[in-house]
């Protein structure tokens, strides 16, 4: 899209659009209900082309004994298809690593997200033989139609009011690599193997959207973030907090 860019997975849209007041630059369609960011060429009105996924995680007793974790992801404030409220004791955590700290749930909460983005793709994604898409009304497989122009491709905004998150995504980590996954200290960076499981995630899916999709990074106040963090402290509050490891 003119004017829009995403430089090491951040979101910058274009200047018209930065200028506007926050609440301004999220819009929600009138029809599917999705959350989305106003771009420069349609102002007035709801584009597709930037899809948001608001994303949260939250701990419970942080840093304690007993700490209770859970995620929150919205595509939409409406549609809960387009939601996923999550305790830690319902996820899959990759390694057997159950540990529960608000900077692991934020991570989390943004792998949850790519996978909301994924499953997105599976239903309204181009049509593969190899990948046959469950029969959906045809006016809102249309509304949802995604652009297959690789010089435009759509972008799929996780907005997080996490600094951890977006700038681990797009500052810390391209630097963690081109230092040997150490930081400035020379130490392997805390959590480092679920950023790495972020980024893995997200190439998976991008590489399997037909004619190309952007998954990137936008930090936003904690004020705008309302939803996924309601969604995320309903879930802490249901983790049982003495899961058993499961393994990928």
Request: net charge neutral; aromatic share 8%; hydrophobic share 35%.
């Amino acid at each position: 899209m003119p004017g829009s860019a995403s430089k090491n997975r951040l979101f910058t849209n274009c200047p018209t659009i930065n200028n506007l007041n926050l609440e301004d630059q999220i819009t929600a369609c009138p029809t599917c209900k999705q959350y989305c960011a106003k771009c420069c060429q349609h102002p007035k009105g709801t584009c597709h082309h930037h899809r948001l996924f608001f994303a949260d995680g939250s701990c419970l007793n942080n840093g304690d004994g007993g700490a209770r974790a859970g995620v929150g992801v919205a595509g939409s404030a409406e549609n809960e298809d387009l939601q996923i409220s999550k305790p830690f004791s319902d996820l899959v955590l990759g390694g057997g690593n159950t540990k529960r700290t608000s900077q692991i749930a934020e991570l989390r909460a943004a792998i949850e997200a790519v996978a909301m983005i994924s499953r997105f793709y599976d239903e309204y994604g181009p049509d593969e033989e190899e990948t046959p898409k469950p029969k959906l009304d045809y006016r809102k497989r249309k509304h949802q139609k995604i652009s297959q122009d690789p010089e435009e491709p759509p972008f799929c905004v996780i907005a997080m009011d996490s600094q951890y998150v977006v700038k681990g995504m797009t500052d810390w980590l391209p630097k963690w690599k081109a230092n040997g996954f150490k930081n400035a200290k020379g130490n392997e960076p805390a959590n480092l193997s679920l950023f790495l499981t972020l980024e893995q995630d997200i190439c998976r899916v991008e590489k399997k959207w037909v004619g190309g999709v952007v998954i990137c990074f936008w930090w936003i106040p904690r004020e705008y973030n309302k939803i996924a963090d309601g969604l995320a402290q309903n879930a802490a509050k249901l983790d049982t907090g003495d899961m058993d490891p499961i393994f990928c």
